[in-house]
């Protein structure tokens, strides 16, 4: 079922990304930077009812900077090869997984369980569309 983002902030540019990852020294997957030139941030509508909140790149109250901060530097609890960019209503975190044999998976963190879970083989599969151009 294809998603909806909504309540998007602030457009940034591609400049806002490179800076980011320069300055975080990660490299983000070309479909996660088309969703962020697209949306940056909001709320992935899952259904009616139920949303995850989408960490904007720049400006807002939830920022990946932060998400990133917060989970893989104070508390260790995501590794460095996923890029955590929503949370679920609940606060469990959904990545994306970005090494060499595996990328572009997305997998959600919960915090009560130890090993993360495969919960999508694409970031576009998860969003329920064939590429980002779509949503």
Do not use: C
């Not at 990946?64 to 929503?86: G, R, T």
């Not at 949370?87 to 963190?109: A, M, P, Q």
């Not at 009560?112 to 329920?128: R, T």
């Amino acid at each position: 079922m294809k998603k909806r983002i909504i309540n998007s902030e602030i457009p940034i540019l591609i400049e806002d990304i490179e800076k980011f990852e320069k300055d975080n020294d990660i490299i983000f997957p070309e479909n996660l930077k088309n969703l962020y030139l697209k949306y940056n941030g909001g709320e992935i509508e899952i259904s009616d009812s139920n949303f995850y909140d989408f960490a904007s790149l720049k400006y807002g109250e939830f920022r990946l900077e932060e998400l990133l901060n917060d989970l893989q530097i104070e508390e260790n609890v995501i590794p460095e090869n996923f890029i955590p960019f929503a949370t679920t209503g609940v606060g469990h975190i959904i990545t994306i997984k970005i090494s060499d044999s595996i990328y572009n998976e997305i997998y959600l963190f919960r915090y009560d369980e130890l090993n993360p879970k495969k919960i999508s083989n694409s970031l576009e599969e998860f969003l329920g569309v064939n590429s980002i151009e779509e949503l």
